[in-house]
């Protein structure tokens, strides 16, 4: 009797719990919903030209397209049981200045896919980034429909680089501000310069490792039982409820050796590196999709959670690239290249590192240029305009170095490098041609650095994010790079991470 009683108990705690979580999941929807920004559904493979808003406060806009077909649009399959079923992958990005989703089928094929922008939530006049990235992962989570939800097996998302969360291991709460993804810890340079070797990835002021010496030499309360989590394990820490696993990719900036497989003896010295995740390959298979979100949600109880990536290595595993010498450039907020290498390349003075990708390497940087300056000059409607009065093969006269502050990160390692976007010509065409040749510039200073650093050659460019559907900045590019440069078949970093979900439920069956 005892016993029993005991087990009702448990049980009734349990349900307490998950109706608890449940009722924090439809609140943070609640507070979502006013954001959605677009969605579509698609019944065959559709080529995604359309970026996420790059506007540094985000103004609703509030359209919904939906185009859910029929049940009979969508490819039915059966198991050797004769089970009627169609898995489905889903993958999220996380970009600097909004969120989509992307669900492909097993041949790839896109079934769903849609976005918003972060809801502009602020805490202490300044934005509240933890409540604003958790209301869009839920709030994407109800976009998809429910007919395809159910058919979900697998689900994985990337993050921006070194966006970097200090959370309680205990409970899992945030215990300061994220550290974003361009923010510098230069108080911490130093110290890092000491213990790692010369020249490597962690010797930035943004990188992760630095965010971390910086944030530990605060000296808060109980830092010893704290965990370091990036932007994209955290939101997947909300989905599985494992604390502490991360990958490799985004585990790089942190001082972690994917060509080992482990943390170097001079980082684990420290006294901070308890506070390190686990980390795993990209695309592995972490655990199953919490029961409260699957019940909530509607999806499969088999459904699993599956290890992640940064937002530009997704954007380069959606353009399919495969052979050494080719490279993608993605053209969001930021302006982010990455090279595939058989040699790998490493050098913190101009920003450069490399990322693994199976037997061969992604070399490459991330500016703080891009998209982001350009709509602080200019409408979505101006850059439209303008962009079709624009002479590609006329080169610009004007030199500049769009910043939308004060620092950057590659092809030079400055941060006191001040913006420059004067003078400003009385044409606004002129002003938009220069602007983007300038950025132009500077991919190819990228490219050409990656060269004389060691890396393999660059043949051929894809590119990726909201530039790919500017055709004169395309062509503008090519003159510049002196490369092919054409736009990815898929230009979405979602649609990378959904293939990192589709390789983690292949692994997960074979296990």
Request: with cysteine; net charge neutral; hydrophobic share 35%.
């Amino acid at each position: 009797m005892e016993f029993g009683r005991k087990e009702r108990k448990k049980k009734n705690s349990l349900r307490n719990e998950e109706g608890e979580e449940s009722h924090r999941v439809r609140e943070m929807l609640m507070l979502g919903q006013f954001q959605i920004s677009s969605f579509e559904l698609f019944t065959s493979p559709k080529q995604s030209g359309c970026s996420s808003s790059s506007r540094s406060v985000p103004i609703p806009r509030n359209r919904f397209y939906c185009n859910l077909g029929r049940s009979s649009d969508f490819r039915v399959m059966a198991d050797d049981k004769g089970t009627n079923f169609e898995k489905l992958y889903l993958g999220m990005d996380f970009g600097t200045s909004g969120a989509r989703f992307t669900v492909i089928d097993e041949k790839g094929e896109i079934k769903a896919e849609g976005k918003r922008e972060y809801p502009p939530f602020m805490k202490e006049e300044s934005m509240d980034w933890v409540s604003s990235w958790k209301a869009t992962l839920f709030s994407l989570l109800e976009d998809i429909p429910a007919t395809v939800r159910s058919l979900v097996s697998s689900i994985s998302l990337d993050g921006t680089s070194a966006t970097t969360l200090i959370l309680n291991s205990e409970n899992g709460e945030v215990l300061c501000q994220p550290f974003l993804y361009n923010q510098s810890c230069p108080d911490a340079l130093p110290e890092v310069k000491s213990i790692a070797p010369e020249n490597h990835t962690v010797c930035s002021g943004s990188s992760t490792l630095c965010k971390l010496v910086s944030w530990w030499n605060t000296e808060v309360p109980n830092r010893e039982s704290a965990v370091l989590l990036h932007q994209a394990d955290w939101l997947l820490w909300l989905l599985h409820g494992r604390l502490g696993v991360s990958d490799y990719n985004n585990a790089l900036k942190v001082g972690y050796d994917p060509e080992s497989e482990s943390y170097p003896s001079w980082l684990l010295s420290q006294p901070y590196s308890q506070l390190l995740p686990t980390v795993q390959a990209p695309g592995t298979s972490i655990g199953l999709l919490k029961e409260s979100l699957r019940r909530q949600f509607g999806f499969p109880d088999d459904c699993i959670v599956c290890t992640g990536t940064t937002d530009s290595i997704a954007a380069f595993l959606a353009a399919r690239a495969t052979e050494p010498g080719k490279a993608v450039t993605s053209l969001g907020s930021t302006l982010a290249i990455k090279l595939l290498s058989t040699k790998r390349v490493d050098d913190a003075r101009y920003g450069v590192y490399s990322h693994r990708l199976d037997d061969k390497w992604l070399v490459g940087g991330a500016s703080n240029t891009g998209g982001a300056v350009l709509r602080q000059l200019f409408s979505d409607e101006q850059l439209e305009r303008l962009s079709q009065e624009i002479n590609p093969m006329v080169a610009s006269s004007l030199d500049y170095y769009p910043l939308q502050s004060s620092g950057e990160r590659f092809p030079v390692a400055d941060p006191n490098l001040a913006p420059r976007l004067l003078p400003r010509p009385e044409s606004n065409v002129e002003y938009l041609h220069g602007i983007l040749e300038s950025i132009a510039r500077i991919e190819g200073k990228g490219y050409k650095l990656l060269k004389e650093l060691g890396a393999t050659e660059a043949e051929e460019v894809f590119t990726a994010g909201g530039g790919a559907k500017n055709d004169k900045w395309i062509r503008i590019r090519q003159r510049v790079l002196g490369l092919p440069v054409k736009k990815a078949v898929h230009t979405e970093a979602s649609y990378g991470a959904s293939l990192l979900a589709l390789k983690g439920a292949k692994q997960n069956m074979d296990l």
